[in-house]
């Protein structure tokens, strides 16, 4: 299992800053959407430049155009690409082509998916890497969660990874531990506590013993 800290709501100096505190304690940085909206993949290419042994995940939400959108995320330094699992068959196989010409992954992002557990057979056989069970902040705002999206997708994904994101917090860490999923991410989670160095610190302990 590994952890994947989000920052949405950064600009890059401060993500600098966030990962340096709890650089020892993440696999994985993630750029948000927010942050690629407000700076471009030039904050992929800063935090990777920055911190050349963390994997750096670059959070497109593609939804058409892939290739091109997963060639220039590649080039920017990005390890990890997430595409919509609502976008089109074709969009999310020229992702797939695209990313293993450039030797970097996929995550399928199945935000707003309506039928889970038969669109994850389907993208599971396209070859991506990563299926994401995913809680969107609109969605979490009125009490929902991705564990039982998480134990769905576990059931019929064969090949690829499982990952669960959306209002992870170190209380409900070991629920989430329990469905063992290979990713698991966390933004405020991390982010909006006081001492984000302990909670990080805290949580990859619990990963590394689950």
């Known amino acids: 299992m590994e952890l994947q800290l989000a920052l949405d709501l950064v ?7 966030l990962v340096k505190e709890v650089e020892p304690y993440i696999d994985i940085v993630e750029i948000g959407t927010p942050v690629v909206i ?19 995940l670059a959070d497109l939400k593609v939804m058409d155009a892939a290739g ?20 089109e068959d074709m969009t999310i196989k020229g992702a797939v ?26 993208v599971d056989a ?5 299926i994401c069970v995913h809680t969107g902040y609109d969605l979490q705002a009125v009490g929902k969660n991705s564990f039982e999206d998480l134990l769905t997708i576990k059931r019929v994904v064969k090949n690829a990874k499982t ?6 917090k170190l209380s409900t860490l070991p629920e989430v531990i329990k469905a063992q ?11 909006s506590e006081e001492n984000k160095q302990a909670v990080a610190a805290e949580m990859q302990k619990l990963i590394k013993l689950g």
Do not use: C, W
């Open 181 to 191: 999923p290979d990713l698991i991410i966390v933004g405020g989670g991390i982010t």
């Open 126 to 130: 396209f070859g991506v890497d990563y």
């Open 97 to 122: 082509e695209e990313a293993k010409k450039q030797g970097k992954k996929i995550l399928i992002d199945m935000i707003s998916v309506k039928d889970l557990e038969q669109r994850a057979k389907e």
């Open 68 to 87: 091109y959108e997963v060639m220039k995320a590649s080039e920017a330094g990005a390890d990890i690409i997430t595409i919509l699992g609502a976008a």
């Open 163 to 168: 990952a669960v994101a959306g209002g992870i």
């Open 38 to 56: 407000n700076e471009g993949l030039k904050a992929v290419k800063e935090i990777k430049e920055a911190f050349p042994h963390l994997k750096v």
């Open 11 to 17: 600009n890059i100096p401060q993500a600098k800053e």
